[in-house]
């Protein structure tokens, strides 16, 4: 992992350096409006507050498509997991880092689960539909049961996911970080 500053730190440092005392009106000698160039500094990493306002928009945007992917049976899952990844450097060691990550981590969580309940339901389906064929009432049993082990799982994780995402967005909304 490179360490080394990238050049949106070497300009923001070299920016925080060169700012000079901000007067009682909120404008600095230069007669520029300080808040403008506020920076923060949050786990090493310095953001502007316009930087900081347009991750945390960024994240808004991203919940809400995961929202919206419940009432496209999932088709737009795919467009916030690639905006996630694409702005995830930029909010590197800040408290907004933890809502890329979480948003990441649920995604696949909720991939890796819905996956397998499908392959249970899959092969459940099989077997009964073996059961009808060799006339076996044992082996229709165990195929519903395992239908309703593979349903089960893609219920919770439904449920799961919509948590998950709904705790993010109420965590992004009070400006906190994710656990």
């Known amino acids: 992992m490179n360490n080394a500053p990238d050049s949106n730190s070497k300009e923001r440092l070299q920016r925080q350096t060169q700012m000079t005392e901000t007067n009682s009106t909120g404008y600095n000698d230069l007669g520029i ?57 930029d909010a590197d060691n800040t408290w907004l880092a933890t809502h890329f990550d979480w948003q990441i981590k649920t995604f696949w969580y909720s991939i890796v689960l819905f996956a397998i309940g499908m392959i249970i339901i899959t092969f459940a389906l099989g077997g009964l539909g073996v059961s009808v064929f060799a006339d076996s009432g044992s082996l229709a049993l165990s195929s519903i049961l395992l239908t309703g082990l593979g349903l089960l799982i893609m219920a919770f994780t439904f449920i799961w996911h919509l948590y998950r995402i709904v705790r993010g967005w109420v965590a992004l909304t009070d400006n906190r970080p994710v656990p």
């Not at 507050?49 to 009432?71: A, G």
């Open 33 to 89: 409006e300080s808040q403008t160039y506020k920076l923060t500094q949050q786990g090493g990493h310095l953001l502007t507050t316009s930087e900081q306002r347009s991750l945390t928009l960024y994240n808004h945007i991203t919940y809400l498509l995961y929202v919206l992917s419940y009432f496209t049976a999932g088709l737009l899952w795919i467009v916030p997991i690639v905006m996630n990844y694409a702005k995830r450097r």
